[in-house]
């Protein structure tokens, strides 16, 4: 079981790490390895797949796996001409098969359709050292009842090889399971489920990989969030065993989320080759939480933060993200944005007259930290971490280009009820306080004018989260919610929802950890008449 | 035939629009109208399809259009419950019945397959006032030999009526009317074919539908980019005459992409509730094209103008943007940038050392003016349009949250060689200069160091478009491109463009006007290690 962090388009490098794999099937005289889907290219390679040269270039570096496989089995997720999405059953350095996927996700952050032709026609099964296999790809499994698996477990198969690309969300792995032990009871057989691992763009795949037995019994499950190269025995006379025991532990719920998190960010640096990050500290929880999670996906020598007080930050602000800083061990200075602040009112009061600061001066605060955070992208290197969680985005409270300027969003699909937990839990797994109880404990604030608390414009978070929920995760209208929940919130709420939208389509990408994520996972009109 | 322009979501006021349109189809005693495909939510509506509450909605406005048609038998566009997009044929206050479209677009812009499921099973034809005729939409007719126009046909179909929401891009009226002459020769009787027409977000609908004889003569065509209401006889004798004469002169190239661009601009801001807009002028022909547009689009008096100079800036910047300013009869003002500039120099003096101002600076200056302009958009609510082109967007050849900051993007689909001869276009349609002759005719330049020019970074536009045009548009890779253009400009250009990919993530929309536009069109993975 090769459950291997690819990378999108890296077809070489993708190439290497199966190549190092076989060798490693040879030495421990493997029958059968399956890689992920779409082994060759990563996944999801997304409008890549348009290019005809990409497609030649990924059945090229097919066949060069293909050449090396020696009598270990290999199968090997790639896109056929056509297009399908495959997987390719190899060995002795030759093509036994190829499997085309027959059900194409769609939908959530699926684009499947946009790519692929559905494979069709008779099932047939592959004999693998003398046991009659299966072959499937990903969604295929979430077909029930005449779905291929049950199929192949028609036509006698012993064994189901499914391999996938499945992203992540909180609990997912749970779900998963169900499925699987479903399709392993149909079709009679025990399936070996091989997931990738790692962070691309906006998604993070979880690995998660398993052996479900005939029976419906767990036999082997493969760690969350991480690279694995397992070899176990199956035995397929009924008893169930695998062996070596492999059954990986699965995370608590709060440790998973940030697992992933730590994943989406360490990846979508690493990847695209940079190895630092810089992040505004206003003292916050928010910043606090992105700067944690920072710190165990980078280390705390690539993390940078700044501390950007304006006219209205409180002592207590500047001297809790001093403190998380140090906690941390984290590369820290402070840039007081007074004299741009300054400059920007001197050069804008010609054309604003006389007026106390309103929301413009709040955003020019904002936009100043922007500025500032890219300055030290452009001159060091160093990508800026944005810190909104997902009940700001929802409701659009924050800055467009002031803090949302920057290449990833790492908190953006957390709710701020969410932020709190994960928070108590960084401190909770570090055994001490790395993040300030006292910055955990007080009313959040953006600090843009005096005395200035997120409640004075928004309901407490323990009220808005659920209605962002419903609102944005479970699709439900205005009208619906009426019913549910306070109307003069429901009508304040959605409509800030609304009016967001042009602000989240500029936003940076940023890990999805829930079942609907802002980017791909939810394509809203920003023109948008629909009031109910 | 009812050409109209309807918004996304609202589903009161696109119901009103057919009111309306159904009581003069009384009026002038029509056998039958055509609204737009989805004309009940306007197109695309996106993932409000995902809400069960709005395809409830959108049911409930369609049964109130139906309760209200009289003996002219109305094709409405709807989503029934299912999920299928629909033509709806009714009379008499009733359902005559339901057409479901067959073939669901599901690459370039189009996502159908995320919502919809295909209509299957036999075809059948209507009654309409003694005729037999064969209901379809869109991709539909798309279809060739047994496609379902071709299928009515073969069923006795005296006349096809076809509904769409087809989006523009340059020249895309020719493909439309090549298809629905080869659909009308196919199935033997003529094709009335109704189109919607407007902006929504990235996207702009031309109209220009028409009436196609069943010999392939275009028997009547509907203007381009406005709303039309006409009322035509099509004698079905096979004499192919349509009364009264209906033919709407086809623009020309420059002409048609020029009101593309005014159509896209002025419905984002309109059907966003906004009236105004600001534009930072450099002086330069982008933002100069950018103006003319607006003003087109919007009026003068709404169009806001606001020259930014930094100490870069040189004289004859200033001047020709003040002139063009003049020529447009907008309003114009003039801020230095430079108290800003030093500002931020000074706050970022100890963290970066003494050095030579470099692409740091250059982006600094860039920011500062994208501040300037937001503060506009927060304090005066004008929308802030940003001027970068095709062959910019496509390089990065621009500053994220710099000018790349606003709401709308005009030409972001236009190539800079493109952005000159609509500029010709600007001032011969005046018959008088309005983009001043030395702005045409002058180098391009940032003006963000001292005697910058475009040239210094990047190969002549009339060498890179072509280049651009062949890796974006026509989907070649690096490895092709090497066969046909400079392999140095081609390595250059190539990894330019991949880099560029986290910055145009974050760019405000903007009107396609070619089969290829940055945006919803082209969904390339960030991660990405494809580099051949």
Redesign the interface.
Known sequence: MAQLNM?????D?NVDKMLDVLARCEDERADVVLFPELSVT?Y?????L?????IA?NIKALNKVVRRTTSCTAIIGFTDRGLYNCACIARDGKRVGVYRKRHLP??AVF?E??YFKEGRGGHKLWDIAGVQCGVSVCEDAWHAVDGPIARQGALGAELILNINASPYYAGRWREREEVVRARALEAGAPVVYVNQVG???ELVFDGNSMVMGADGTLLARLPQFEEALVFVDVSLDGSGAVTPETMAPICDPDEEVYRALVTGVR??VR??GFTDVVIALSGGIDSSLVAAIAVDALGAEHVHGISMPSRYSSEHSKSDAAVLAEKLGIDY?T???E??H???V???A???GERPP???DE??QS??R???N???T??KGWLTLTTGNKSEMAVGYYT??GDS?G?YGVIKDVFKTEVWRLSRFVNAKAGREIIPEAVITKPPSAELRPDQKDEDSLPPYEVLDPILEAYVEQ???R??LLEVFDPDLVNRIVRLVDLAE?KR?????GTRVSPKAFGKD???????????
Chains 1, 2 share one sequence.
């Open positions: 990378t999108v388009g890296d077809i490098g990563g999801p390679p997304e409008d890549l348009l290019k005809p040269g990409f270039d769609n939908n684009d359709a946009r962070g691309q763009d990846d979508y990847k695209n200075r840039i007081p944005i004299p741009a300054a400059a920007f001197e050069m804008l010609p054309s604003f309103n929301i413009t955003n020019l936009r100043i922007g500025v500032v890219m300055a030290f452009n001159e467009l280009y300027a290449a699709d439900r209208t009208d619906e042009h389509r500029q936003s940076p990408p939810r394509r809203m009109p920003i023109t948008n008449g629909y009031r109910r």
